[in-house]
Structures are given as structure tokens and as C-alpha cells.
């Protein structure tokens, strides 16, 4: 379901019974609960009880805890929000349409809502009397308790693995809330099942046991330094960009020193400014460490600087974590996406504005960037303003709430909306290409690719390329490389122009040849034994300088493209780009995406510089292809052509482009690949439900100004999307509900 996927940027809420009390003592005696005898929960139980935080149930005349009954959501929200002490109000109304005023639970839900421990689900309900799950509960613990990472206490789960809530769970097992069984020497956690009140009370304890005097809180270990009202001398203070806080760029300000917390709950008279710089991050929200994280390709990212305004709270009650994207997204793709999944929280405190501030130098693309943040009620991306300082690195973003936010690639997100446009001509699809082969002839082929099989490759895509033999004919003229010797010179190219009879709709292909330089072998041509002519003088000889192909291929399109076809660009090389990559660099593909250039990579060998390959197809809207040996060449030139073709060959009502080029676009602009072939493709994870079945119909929307970072060309267009998604198509664990 997309909500589990996604359900980790904001979590459902959990609860525990009506039977429970309200903490009334720090010591309370026990009874003898004649279902805890031989019980495994039964000193965990005792603890609760002897706290005041659970009292039992009187059946028979005798004290009971029922330890295997399932606990309801709402009766272990009262159970944590008693354990907490947080506050209670007589409710006004109810924030979640399905829990009435008269419901027990209410003033314990508003509360749990109101610290931001839970947000309830998609639909605006809250389940109050549903069963809460194991994962559930694990969630809410991690929430409620500000908890992070302990390092050196893993615990890998063999069933939690793609689960929504797997972050959570993990952050839960290493600070020894939850265990598991171990069956065959493999741990499982049983993320779905129904936790019972044992289980729920358990969870509880352990952590509970963990703030006791002697033991470590891992909240505590470290003392925060007290944000002035003002900022130290010697710094910003701003909220624009670069550090702020009592932090100099050279992280060694004396005024930096940690001193006492401010007051744990400030009233209205007492909120504050908060100003933190890089130091003051590490010896308070960072527990000793930097705040820092990278996405699953190593971009790196690391909070540098936090102002709120207005703030209710203490420095205890702020929560910066950066998770990596899949433990967040699951399977679906967010375009663009660059660096980590910022979680933020203030533990439901409140303050008027807060802007975070990261060190994003690192980033290639980081002029670019854009924060945004999953607006759970629209279910949309929303972006941010957003500041970058070119002197200092940083780029900063500020927000009003609570969320889990993300650092977009701009211009990576509009081609995604790009290569979904619908209505191209006349409603209907482009249906003929131009292809350019940008093929790498540096000298290292003569290692990576000794036969020549690249020429080969392309040759046979050449004469696959295709027509409409119903058109009528027309006369193109072609710019060809022609080898001629002389005397005085040796070999040299000349490059006379061609003509030949084409059939006016079909597909064309050029050939650009690359090494420390590149050069166009054979303008853009429907007439196959040109192209192929052009193909062998490719040679093996120079350095590698991936964006001088890049750039000469849009030197071609804007010289010879024709705007009535797509324009698809399929770059090959075995090696790492000699050449440092400069802003003109990046510039090159801005412009290549705007004039709707795509363009596949493909890297041969391990030794191919595969970071920059799958920058330059992300963020023109392709896709990269690592390719073993020069043997594996022709299949995957193969496979990459047949993709970029708007088909359905497996007839299952979905565009192969989209089920393995483009991705499938839900509304929000996250994408679903499937990597089954498309001729057999129509229930790829093998669950029973086609493709379709889960994906939905696809509907045309138009882009509206909201969806897109400021000044888009694309707001108004109309794009191809999945609206009626059900479940993921590449998962048989997650089936459409009736």
C-alpha cells in the first residue's frame, strides 16, 4: 500500500485500555495477578504497576492484566501518554473524523496528536478501536521518546526488511525495546501481527528501565549548551544561510562552551530563540557526532546550523535524523531526490518558524536544490523557499512544523514530468525518434572492447531502427565523415553531405565519436547504410571526455533534430571522465533537458565512472545500464531501444516506457519501475493481480503551479499519471485490498 510505503513520513497513531490508570505513585504495591504467574511479561508488568501506570482489570473478584488480549490503538496511546505525563485538556473537538467526542479516549489521542507523536492516517481517521500492530507500537516508542541509533547494538530482522516502518523498528531494537524470536538461528520481529497487552506493556518497561538512576538514557548522555536570545558575537544570526549560532566557521568559538538547559517547559512568557551553529549541533542534538547522512549513491549532507523562533521547548525536545531514502520511500523513487531524508521534530512544541541550515558542498548539483516537504492531506511534494550560499556551501530552508523533508534536484523533477507528458501531437504520442550514439573511442577500448562489438552493437540497432512504409517519400541530406589520404597529409576526415530517399516518417540516428574530443561521424538519417558507414571510423585512441559528447549532441539536435520526433541520446564508455566536471558541465545537461533531450547511459566495465552516468541520466529523465563485457553490448543496446517506445506489448494496459523507461508516476510525483520484460510482463511480482490491476488506469492531470519548484514552463501542461494506485506491482506482499 502506498501508505506503508510512504507511512514514515508521518506515522499512524497507536493506543493502549480504558482499564489502564493515570500515573498516581512512584511506588505502589503489587497484587497477585492470577494471569502474570507463569507469564514470560510478568516482571515487565509489575514494573508498570508498581510505577502507577497500569492498574488491571477485576474479573471474578480477582485482579487480572489479560496479557494475551489484543490492545486497541486508542488504549495504548492512554497507556504512553500516562507513561509520559503529558499534558491533558478537555478537548474542543476531535482532529480525526472517526473518533467522536464521547470516545473514552480522547483527551489521551488530542494530547498524543498534540506532541506530534501521531498524525492519524491518510484518510483523516484514527482507528481508535482497531488492533495496533507490533511495528505500530515500535513507531510510536521511537516518536514519543525522541529515540535515534544506538551504534554497536544491531539487530537485523529477517521480515522487516522493505517494511514500512523498518527505520523505526531498527532504531527500537538497538535501544533494547523490542527483540523478536529467533527461529534457526534468524531473527524475525513479525512486524504485522497484532501486538497483545503484554507485548505493548513490555516495550514500556524496557525503556522505562533504561531512565532509572545508574542507567543510561541515551537522550541524556551529553550537556546541551542554553541558546541565548541573541546570537554570540562574532556570527550571522540569520535565518538566510551559512552558520548560524555561537559557532565561528572554524568551529573553535570559546562562546561555544555548553552550559545548562533552558527551562524544560517554558511557558508563554519564556519562549525563546534558538540559535545553534556546527558545535553546538554535535554537543546537543548530535550527542557528540556531527548530524550527518547520505542518500544510497554517498551525497552527503550535514546540518550546520538551526534557528527557531518562538520556541516552547528545550534543546531535549529537538530531533534532527538523517535516514537514507529507501528506508523512508521503500520502492518507490522520489525524482531528483539528493542526500538524506531529513527528519525533523520538536517533540510537539511549538515555535513560530525554523530554519534548518546543511552543508551541502559536496553536491555537484547543489545550485539546483530545492527543499520540500510530503504534504499528507494534498499528497503532494511541497516545495520550500530555499537558500543557497555559494561562499559558505550551505543551503537552508524554513519551515512552520514538524515533518520529514527532502532535498530536490529541480530540474531532475520538472524532466520526470517531462517524459510524462500525454499530449505531445495531437494528442497522441510522438511516434519516431531521432537516436544519437555518443560512443566513447578513447584508448582504453582497445582493452574493454578489443573486437569492436560496440560498432557491432550499434550497427544492428541502426537497421532494427523503424519506419512507416506507408508514408510517402522524401529527400534528406546527410553530413557523413569521408577518410581520405594524401601524400602531404596522411589520413584525414572530410565531411561532404549526402542525399537519399527516405520514407518521410521514421525513425533517425546519428553517430558522435568521443574521446579527448568529439565529433559528429554522421548527422541525424533514416537511411540505414549511411549511419552503419559512419559506425567504423570509430576508433580506439585518446582520453575520455564525457561532456564534450554530451555537448555536441546538443549541438546536433539544434542543428539537425527535427521537433516533430523525440530525442533520445544512448551514451557507451569503459572509463572514468579525465576531465574535472565543471558548472558549464552541468549546464550542458539544464540545457539538454530543456530542449527535451534524453539520455541513456551505459557504462561498460566496473571501471566505468558510474556516479557521473547516473547523474547525467537522472537528470535528464533516463535511465543507466551497467554492462559486464563488450559480449553483453548488443542486448543491452537492444533492450534500451525497444524501452523508449510507447508500447504495450504484454497487453496489460500500461505503456512499457513507462513500466521500465520513465517509471510510472503517481500524482505526487514519485515513480514505480517494474523490471520484468513487457512481453510477459502483465503480473510482474507473480501475486495473482496484473499489472494493471494494481497500478490502476492512467489518467491524464494537469500540472499545477503548486506541484512544480517556481517559475516551471510545465505548469498547465498535461501529464500521465497513476492516480487509482492500489498496490506496488513489484511486491507479491503487497496486493490490492477489495
Same mark, same amino acid.
Given at each position: 500500500?502506498?501508505?506503508?510505503?510512504?507511512?514514515?513520513?508521518?506515522?499512524?497513531?497507536?493506543?493502549?485500555?480504558?482499564?489502564?490508570?493515570?500515573?498516581?505513585?512512584?511506588?505502589?504495591?503489587?497484587?497477585?495477578?492470577?494471569?502474570?504467574?507463569? =507469564?514470560?511479561?510478568?516482571?515487565?508488568?509489575?514494573?508498570?504497576?508498581?510505577?502507577?501506570?497500569?492498574?488491571?482489570?477485576?474479573?471474578?473478584?480477582?485482579?487480572?492484566?489479560?496479557?494475551?488480549?489484543?490492545?486497541?490503538?486508542?488504549?495504548?496511546?492512554?497507556?504512553?501518554?500516562?507513561?509520559?505525563?503529558?499534558?491533558?485538556?478537555?478537548?474542543?473537538?476531535?482532529?480525526?473524523?472517526?473518533? +467522536?467526542?464521547? =470516545?473514552?479516549?480522547?483527551?489521551?489521542?488530542?494530547?498524543?496528536?498534540?506532541?506530534?507523536?501521531?498524525?492519524?492516517?491518510?484518510?483523516?481517521?484514527?482507528?481508535?478501536?482497531?488492533?495496533?500492530?507490533?511495528?505500530?507500537?515500535?513507531?510510536?516508542?521511537?516518536?514519543?521518546?525522541?529515540?535515534?541509533?544506538?551504534?554497536?547494538?544491531?539487530?537485523?530482522?529477517?521480515?522487516?526488511?522493505?517494511?514500512?516502518?523498518? =527505520?523505526?523498528?531498527?532504531?527500537?531494537?538497538?535501544?533494547?525495546?523490542?527483540?523478536?524470536?529467533?527461529?534457526?538461528?534468524?531473527?524475525?520481529?513479525?512486524?504485522?501481527?497484532?501486538?497483545?497487552?503484554?507485548?505493548?506493556?513490555?516495550?514500556?518497561?524496557?525503556?522505562?528501565?533504561?531512565?532509572?538512576?545508574?542507567?543510561?538514557?541515551?537522550?541524556?548522555?551529553?550537556? +546541551?549548551?542554553?541558546?541565548?536570545?541573541?546570537?554570540?558575537?562574532?556570527?550571522?544570526?540569520?535565518?538566510?544561510?551559512?552558520?548560524?549560532?555561537?559557532?565561528?566557521?572554524?568551529?573553535?568559538?570559546?562562546?561555544?562552551?555548553?552550559?545548562?538547559?533552558?527551562?524544560?517547559?517554558?511557558?508563554?512568557?519564556?519562549?525563546?530563540?534558538?540559535?545553534?551553529?556546527?558545535?553546538?549541533?554535535? @554537543?546537543?542534538?548530535?550527542?557528540?557526532?556531527?548530524?550527518?547522512?547520505?542518500?544510497?549513491?554517498?551525497?552527503?549532507?550535514?546540518?550546520?546550523?538551526?534557528? #527557531?523562533?518562538?520556541?516552547?521547548?528545550?534543546?531535549?525536545?529537538?530531533?534532527?535524523?538523517?535516514?537514507?531514502?529507501?528506508?523512508?520511500?521503500?520502492? #518507490?523513487?522520489?525524482?531528483?531526490?539528493?542526500?538524506?531524508?531529513?527528519?525533523?521534530?520538536?517533540?510537539?512544541?511549538?515555535?513560530?518558524?525554523?530554519?534548518?541550515?546543511?552543508?551541502?558542498?559536496?553536491?555537484?548539483?547543489?545550485?539546483?536544490?530545492?527543499? +520540500?516537504?510530503?504534504?499528507?492531506?494534498?499528497?503532494?511534494?511541497?516545495?520550500?523557499?530555499?537558500?543557497?550560499?555559494?561562499?559558505?556551501?550551505?543551503?537552508?530552508?524554513?519551515?512552520?512544523?514538524?515533518?520529514?523533508?527532502?532535498?530536490?534536484?529541480?530540474?531532475?523533477?520538472?524532466?520526470?514530468?517531462?517524459?510524462?507528458?500525454?499530449?505531445?501531437?495531437?494528442?497522441?504520442?510522438?511516434?519516431?525518434?531521432?537516436?544519437?550514439?555518443?560512443?566513447?573511442?578513447?584508448?582504453?577500448?582497445?582493452?574493454?572492447?578489443?573486437?569492436?562489438?560496440?560498432?557491432?552493437?550499434?550497427?544492428?540497432?541502426?537497421?532494427?531502427?523503424?519506419?512507416?512504409?506507408?508514408?510517402?517519400?522524401?529527400?534528406?541530406?546527410?553530413?557523413?565523415?569521408?577518410?581520405?589520404?594524401?601524400?602531404?597529409?596522411?589520413?584525414?576526415?572530410?565531411?561532404?553531405?549526402?542525399?537519399?530517399?527516405?520514407?518521410?516518417?521514421?525513425?533517425?540516428?546519428?553517430?558522435?565519436?568521443?574521446?579527448?574530443?568529439?565529433?559528429?561521424?554522421?548527422?541525424?538519417?533514416? =537511411?540505414?547504410?549511411?549511419?552503419?558507414?559512419?559506425?567504423? @571510423?570509430?576508433?580506439?585512441?585518446?582520453?575520455?571526455?564525457?561532456?564534450?559528447?554530451?555537448?555536441?549532441?546538443?549541438?546536433?539536435?539544434?542543428?539537425?533534430?527535427?521537433?516533430?520526433?523525440?530525442?533520445?541520446?544512448?551514451?557507451?564508455?569503459?572509463?572514468?571522465?579525465?576531465?574535472?566536471?565543471?558548472?558549464?558541465?552541468?549546464?550542458?545537461?539544464?540545457?539538454?533537458?530543456?530542449?527535451?533531450?534524453?539520455?541513456?547511459?551505459?557504462?561498460?566495465?566496473?571501471? +566505468?565512472?558510474?556516479?557521473?552516468?547516473?547523474?547525467?541520466?537522472?537528470?535528464?529523465?533516463?535511465?543507466?545500464?551497467?554492462?559486464?563485457?563488450?559480449?553483453? #553490448?548488443?542486448?543491452?543496446?537492444?533492450?534500451? #531501444?525497444?524501452?523508449?517506445?510507447?508500447?504495450?506489448?504484454?497487453?496489460?494496459?500500461?505503456?512499457?516506457?513507462?513500466?521500465?523507461?520513465?517509471?510510472?508516476?503517481?500524482?505526487?510525483?514519485?515513480?514505480?519501475?517494474?523490471?520484468?520484460?513487457?512481453?510477459?510482463?502483465?503480473?510482474?511480482?507473480?501475486?495473482?493481480?496484473?499489472?494493471?490491476?494494481?497500478?490502476?488506469?492512467?489518467?491524464?492531470?494537469?500540472?499545477?503551479?503548486?506541484?512544480?519548484?517556481?517559475?516551471?514552463?510545465?505548469?498547465?501542461?498535461?501529464?500521465?499519471?497513476?492516480?487509482?494506485?492500489?498496490?506496488?506491482?513489484?511486491?507479491?506482499?503487497?496486493?490490492?485490498?477489495?
Amino acid at each position: 500500500m502506498l501508505r506503508k510505503v510512504i507511512a514514515a513520513v508521518s506515522i499512524a497513531s497507536l493506543v493502549f485500555g480504558s482499564s489502564l490508570s493515570s500515573i498516581a505513585a512512584a511506588d505502589n504495591p503489587v497484587p497477585a495477578f492470577d494471569d502474570l504467574k507463569n =507469564h514470560w511479561s510478568k516482571n515487565e508488568v509489575e514494573y508498570l504497576v508498581q510505577k502507577g501506570i497500569v492498574d488491571g482489570v477485576i474479573q471474578n473478584g480477582q485482579p487480572v492484566i489479560l496479557p494475551e488480549q489484543s490492545i486497541t490503538r486508542a488504549e495504548y496511546i492512554k497507556l504512553l501518554v500516562s507513561a509520559r505525563q503529558a499534558k491533558l485538556n478537555e478537548a474542543a473537538g476531535s482532529s480525526f473524523q472517526d473518533v +467522536a467526542s464521547s =470516545h473514552w479516549a480522547l483527551k489521551y489521542i488530542e494530547a498524543a496528536k498534540a506532541n506530534g507523536w501521531t498524525d492519524g492516517y491518510e484518510d483523516g481517521t484514527f482507528k481508535p478501536d482497531s488492533k495496533i500492530s507490533r511495528a505500530e507500537i515500535a513507531v510510536l516508542m521511537v516518536r514519543s521518546y525522541n529515540l535515534r541509533m544506538q551504534e554497536g547494538n544491531p539487530v537485523v530482522f529477517e521480515d522487516t526488511a522493505g517494511h514500512w516502518a523498518n =527505520h523505526y523498528v531498527n532504531i527500537a531494537a538497538s535501544n533494547k525495546i523490542v527483540e523478536g524470536d529467533t527461529v534457526n538461528g534468524k531473527r524475525f520481529f513479525y512486524p504485522e501481527k497484532a501486538a497483545t497487552r503484554a507485548e505493548g506493556m513490555a516495550m514500556l518497561t524496557r525503556y522505562l528501565k533504561t531512565t532509572e538512576t545508574g542507567a543510561k538514557d541515551p537522550k541524556k548522555e551529553t550537556p +546541551a549548551p542554553a541558546p541565548s536570545p541573541t546570537p554570540a558575537p562574532g556570527t550571522s544570526g540569520t535565518t538566510s544561510g551559512g552558520s548560524s549560532g555561537s559557532d565561528s566557521s572554524s568551529g573553535s568559538d570559546s562562546d561555544s562552551t555548553p552550559s545548562p538547559n533552558p527551562k524544560p517547559n517554558p511557558g508563554p512568557e519564556d519562549k525563546q530563540k534558538i540559535s545553534l551553529g556546527p558545535e553546538d549541533i554535535k @554537543h546537543t542534538i548530535g550527542k557528540g557526532q556531527p548530524v550527518e547522512g547520505t542518500d544510497e549513491l554517498n551525497n552527503k549532507i550535514a546540518l550546520v546550523g538551526l534557528d #527557531l523562533s518562538s520556541f516552547s521547548g528545550s534543546l531535549s525536545d529537538i530531533l534532527v535524523d538523517l535516514v537514507k531514502p529507501n528506508t523512508v520511500f521503500g520502492q #518507490l523513487s522520489v525524482p531528483g531526490l539528493t542526500g538524506p531524508v531529513i527528519e525533523f521534530s520538536t517533540s510537539g512544541k511549538t515555535f513560530a518558524s525554523g530554519t534548518l541550515t546543511f552543508n551541502v558542498s559536496g553536491l555537484s548539483n547543489k545550485q539546483s536544490l530545492a527543499a +520540500a516537504y510530503y504534504n499528507e492531506t494534498t499528497k503532494r511534494f511541497e516545495f520550500l523557499p530555499t537558500a543557497y550560499n555559494a561562499d559558505q556551501g550551505t543551503l537552508s530552508f524554513t519551515t512552520t512544523h514538524n515533518s520529514k523533508y527532502v532535498l530536490i534536484d529541480k530540474k531532475s523533477w520538472e524532466q520526470t514530468f517531462r517524459a510524462h507528458l500525454s499530449t505531445v501531437v495531437d494528442g497522441t504520442y510522438k511516434p519516431y525518434i531521432d537516436f544519437a550514439f555518443i560512443i566513447d573511442s578513447s584508448g582504453s577500448m582497445r582493452d574493454t572492447d578489443p573486437k569492436n562489438l560496440r560498432k557491432t552493437a550499434v550497427t544492428s540497432l541502426v537497421y532494427g531502427l523503424k519506419y512507416n512504409a506507408a508514408s510517402p517519400l522524401k529527400t534528406e541530406t546527410v553530413t557523413v565523415a569521408q577518410s581520405v589520404y594524401e601524400e602531404e597529409k596522411g589520413y584525414y576526415f572530410e565531411y561532404p553531405t549526402v542525399t537519399n530517399q527516405v520514407y518521410s516518417l521514421s525513425d533517425r540516428a546519428a553517430i558522435i565519436d568521443f574521446d579527448t574530443e568529439a565529433r559528429t561521424y554522421a548527422t541525424f538519417s533514416a =537511411h540505414s547504410s549511411t549511419v552503419t558507414g559512419a559506425v567504423y @571510423h570509430i576508433d580506439s585512441d585518446g582520453g575520455t571526455n564525457i561532456f564534450a559528447g554530451v555537448r555536441e549532441a546538443v549541438r546536433l539536435y539544434d542543428t539537425y533534430g527535427d521537433n516533430g520526433q523525440r530525442k533520445i541520446a544512448l551514451l557507451l564508455t569503459d572509463g572514468q571522465n579525465n576531465f574535472a566536471t565543471t558548472p558549464d558541465d552541468l549546464n550542458v545537461l539544464k540545457e539538454a533537458f530543456e530542449k527535451g533531450i534524453t539520455i541513456i547511459t551505459m557504462g561498460l566495465s566496473k571501471d +566505468a565512472d558510474i556516479s557521473l552516468l547516473k547523474q547525467i541520466a537522472e537528470y535528464t529523465g533516463g535511465m543507466y545500464f551497467q554492462v559486464q563485457t563488450a559480449e553483453d #553490448l548488443e542486448a543491452y543496446f537492444k533492450s534500451a #531501444l525497444e524501452n523508449s517506445y510507447h508500447e504495450d506489448k504484454d497487453k496489460d494496459g500500461l505503456d512499457d516506457f513507462y513500466e521500465k523507461t520513465a517509471g510510472m508516476m503517481l500524482e505526487n510525483g514519485m515513480l514505480i519501475r517494474t523490471s520484468t520484460d513487457p512481453l510477459t510482463g502483465k503480473d510482474t511480482d507473480g501475486d495473482g493481480f496484473t499489472d494493471l490491476e494494481e497500478m490502476g488506469e492512467p489518467v491524464d492531470m494537469v500540472i499545477t503551479a503548486d506541484m512544480m519548484p517556481e517559475g516551471s514552463a510545465l505548469v498547465g501542461q498535461t501529464v500521465k499519471v497513476f492516480k487509482n494506485f492500489k498496490s506496488l506491482p513489484i511486491d507479491k506482499n503487497d496486493v490490492p485490498k477489495p
